[in-house]
């Protein structure tokens, strides 16, 4: 495997863990996230953003998870040749039901047509304002405020959601 | 103030009141142990605050290490409250935030911008 050495760390870090994602564990596993890529990155900004998007999808895996187990990705490697900088990529990975995969892949779709997705936000914020249960902001929270995209594909028929960026540090 | 204080899983809250100024401080953890408590907690609390002559409410949240998108949306619902009382009785929010958590900033961006400049007030320490 090719490593990177650099004095911003080492690349590749990544990680994945399947385990019963209870709301006391989130915060364990979204702190360890964001301290361990926040030494490996040299970026508390990058570290933060991935750290949300763990967490919310953490929180969406035990909201609407038909299961009591998940299996968490989390991933920086180098980017693909003729590219600088790193491919990040936060993975959640467990079973739903047909109606909260279809909700999940409503949301990632409307994410993925739409040309401004703070606009689309703020639609969704005023929409959650009116909801009597639940926000429907955790993905459109990871697109809008951490600026990764999301991505959906059933794997060994589990739903994965996928929350991936580019990342070039700044070296100045 | 009643409520003066909450306590829900790792979310800390707590209310002062003096003259025209009502201060909310929130420390720990707003996550998925919080968000139902921390909705009743704001909608209580505008309903005192609607009720004095108060004319802005310091939100200090250096302390909050996170919040999540259920929490996010009590704020959201507080202020959409706020947005519709009539302007004379109207307060406005100025939420007292830090760099330290990088969260913080793009939230309240998120936020203000719903809220408008007339309503939110962000001021961000290094």
């Known amino acids: 495997m090719l490593l990177i050495e650099s004095e911003r760390g080492v690349i590749p870090a990544s990680f994945s863990i399947r385990f019963s994602p209870s709301a006391k564990l989130i915060v364990v596993v979204r702190r360890f996230v964001q301290s361990f890529y926040a030494r490996v990155l040299e970026d508390t900004e990058m570290s933060s953003q991935l750290a949300l998007a763990t967490h919310e999808l953490l ?8 299961t009591n187990d998940a299996v968490l990705g989390v991933s920086v490697a180098a980017a693909a040749e003729g590219r600088d900088g790193y491919d990040v990529d936060v993975s959640i990975r467990n079973s739903a039901s047909a109606e909260n995969l279809a909700e999940a892949k ?6 993925g047509a739409c040309d401004d997705t703070f606009a689309f936000y703020q639609e969704q914020i005023l929409i959650a304002s009116e909801r009597e249960r639940g926000s429907g902001l955790g993905l459109v929270r990871i697109a809008a405020e951490a600026g990764m995209r999301l991505a959906l594909d059933i794997v060994d028929d589990e739903l994965e959601i996928r929350a991936s960026a580019h990342y070039t540090p700044d070296l100045s | 103030m009643t409520p003066s204080s909450l306590q829900a899983g ?19 953890n707003a996550d998925g142990r919080a968000d139902s408590d921390l909705e009743a907690f704001l909608h209580e609390l505008h309903a ?23 929490c996010f949306k009590g704020f959201i619902t507080w202020i959409v409250q706020v947005r519709r009382m009539k302007p004379p009785s109207r307060y406005r929010i100025r939420f007292l935030a830090t760099s330290k958590y990088p969260w913080q900033k793009r939230s309240l961006h998120a936020i203000s911008f719903f809220g408008g400049s007339e309503l939110i007030e962000v001021v961000t320490e290094d």
């Open chain 1, 106 to 111: 409503r949301v990632i779709d409307a994410l």
């Open chain 1, 59 to 66: 929180e969406n895996a035990v909201k609407y998870g038909t």
């Open chain 2, 10 to 28: 790792e979310l800390r809250a707590s209310a002062s009141h003096s003259g025209e100024l009502v201060s909310l401080a929130f420390a720990g």
């Open chain 2, 48 to 70: 005192e605050i609607a009720a004095l002559a108060v004319t802005q409410v310091d939100v200090d949240i250096r302390a909050l290490e996170f919040m999540n998108s259920s």
